[in-house]
């Protein structure tokens, strides 16, 4: 094999064995290997595009078979493929999930070939453009380093509500530059020590500024009682709830078990909301008085726990009737406190088939693939005194949905999922810690309540209380301090536009300086 590929091979395993929930151990050099084949491309001719496009792709290929083996257990579990097919569905993921890393290396190869940009310049390009590609290229699992600077505790992470998490991969990413650069300075018996220290330098004064900043947030003024419950439904029991009246009884049982254990535990304090995660009531609330059919069985229950219930479950959208992925606040009588909000930002192939609304053919095709309506887009709840900001599942994985959410005025966000199909490795803290990290960028509370784990509650600060097991059943008492009305973060704002007008402007220079180096050089040449 070609050492360019060797390269790109080792760069997907040193990408792969540093994201959640691995040790970051090689964030800050992980992209060296793959971007030292592309500095060796000299000419913009077919075979360095081939080359460029061909050393990304091995190295997505191999750091999504090492960082997301999840996939192929989830086809196992959700899909019911035998192993075998499951393997063969994984390697497919695999070869399309990230090809921003190889579109990226073709764009900046193009661009710098075109611009005649020295190598130093080069060098200075590639973390705009991979940064770019983080931001724009549709990823089903929406993943980047910036969310390891939260899972290792950096203090660094807190410059989140500034810059955001993707922000924070830009950084790293400039560290990662730094590196090569400080490599081939050393090979060229330049200069290099200096240019080394910049990047660990950089990364120390993050954490100073970091942790200083956290310290001076607003004071909470407010403060709920929250009680999480995860029933730890099983796969097949929740398929089975889904589909008929079989398992229903048996799945809402162990919810209202779980939740009259937990409020025996309280002791007689008030608790405000109960929270049950993503349609942990497995059936159609049809309408918002819960007085009739399987709906009227829980509100017997919410009348004897004299308290508002946060549940997911089923509901229809108001003008095509459609089927939908709900999120319901329930008062302690056993009505809607507000219409519920419907998911908007489906899963592919777990809760709609992509393009299906163009060949309708594929719904009869394919039956198993539910058909979910879309609902309204970021959605906040006035639940009495609170203003919740509602998220089901995957939708706390998107840096906008929340950050339309804190500018619609929300003070605390829930986060109802159901992460069963996943097992116990890799998914469960990836979907976590990402989920956490919105609540840092807006600086909110973020209550998050699974049906399998991980459930918590991340304080506005990035203190994380009590974590759930997984895959066990489990409840637990949350004392959630707020600020009633709080002001918006930088990156609700200006924040959120800083980092790529930076990268814009950064690009213009560098095709600027190439240009005036080049007159410069035709003039001396004269």
Request: net charge positive; charged share 15%; glycine share 8%.
């Amino acid at each position: 094999m070609k050492p360019r590929y060797l390269l790109a091979i080792l760069a997907g395993i040193l990408i792969g064995t540093s994201y959640i929930p691995l040790p970051p151990w090689a964030i800050f050099f992980c992209w060296t290997p793959l971007w030292f084949t592309w500095l060796r491309e000299k000419s913009l001719t077919r075979q360095s595009l081939k080359n460029v496009f061909l050393s990304g792709w091995l190295t997505q290929f191999v750091l999504t078979a090492i960082g997301f083996s999840w996939v192929s257990h989830t086809l196992h579990e959700f899909g019911h493929m035998p192993w075998f097919f499951a393997l063969l569905c994984q390697a497919a993921y695999c070869a399309f999930a990230n090809l921003h890393v190889p579109l990226a290396g073709l764009a900046w190869f193009v661009f710098s070939e075109r611009g005649q940009l020295s190598r130093t310049q080069r060098i200075i390009a590639l973390p705009v453009f991979v940064n770019i590609g983080e931001r724009i290229f549709p990823m089903i699992f929406d993943w980047h380093f910036g969310y390891t600077w939260l899972w290792a505790e950096f203090p660094a992470y807190h410059l989140a509500d500034t810059f955001g998490f993707i922000g924070l991969s830009f950084f790293g990413l400039c560290f990662n530059a730094l590196v090569l650069l400080a490599y081939f300075r050393y090979r060229e018996q330049r200069t290099w020590v200096p240019v080394l220290l910049t990047a660990p330098l950089i990364f120390a004064g993050m954490n100073v500024w970091g942790y200083f900043h956290a310290r001076g947030l607003a004071k909470p003024d407010a403060n709920l009682k929250f009680m999480i419950v995860q029933a730890n439904i099983g796969n097949q029991e929740k398929l089975m709830a889904d589909k008929g009246p079989a398992y229903r009884d048996t799945v809402l049982n162990r919810f209202v078990d779980e939740t009259t254990k937990g409020l025996a535990s309280a002791g007689g304090q008030k608790i405000d909301f109960i929270v049950w995660p993503e349609t942990a009531f497995p059936e159609i609330f049809e309408e918002e008085n819960l007085s009739y059919g399987f709906p009227q069985k829980l509100k017997k229950n919410i009348l004897t726990w004299n308290t508002k219930l946060i549940t997911g479950g089923y509901g229809r959208l108001p003008a095509s009737g459609q089927l939908t992925n709900s999120f319901f606040v329930i008062d302690e009588t056993g009505k809607w406190m507000v219409p519920p909000y419907h998911k908007t930002i489906l899963l592919a192939f777990g809760e709609y088939f992509p393009l299906a609304g163009f060949f309708p053919w594929l719904r009869d095709k394919f039956p198993e693939v539910a058909d979910f309506g879309r609902g309204p887009g970021p959605t906040v709840l006035k639940a009495g005194e609170v203003k919740i900001g509602a998220q089901i599942c995957y939708e706390g994985l998107f840096d906008w949905f929340t950050r339309k959410l804190g500018n619609g005025g929300a003070e605390v966000l829930v986060n109802v999922t159901n992460d069963s199909w996943y097992g116990k490795w890799q998914e469960p803290y990836q979907h976590g810690w990402m989920t956490l990290a919105r609540a840092i960028e807006v600086r909110r509370p973020l209550v998050r309540s699974t049906n399998t784990g991980i459930s918590t509650v991340i304080q506005a600060d990035g203190q994380i209380q009590t974590l759930s097991p997984l895959h066990q059943e489990w409840f637990s008492l949350y004392d959630v301090p707020y600020v009633k009305n709080p002001a918006p973060t930088a990156f609700m704002g200006w924040g959120f536009y800083f980092l790529p007008a930076v990268m814009f402007l950064t690009l213009a220079g560098l095709v600027f300086g190439a240009s005036i180096s080049k007159r410069e050089s035709t003039g001396n040449g004269d």
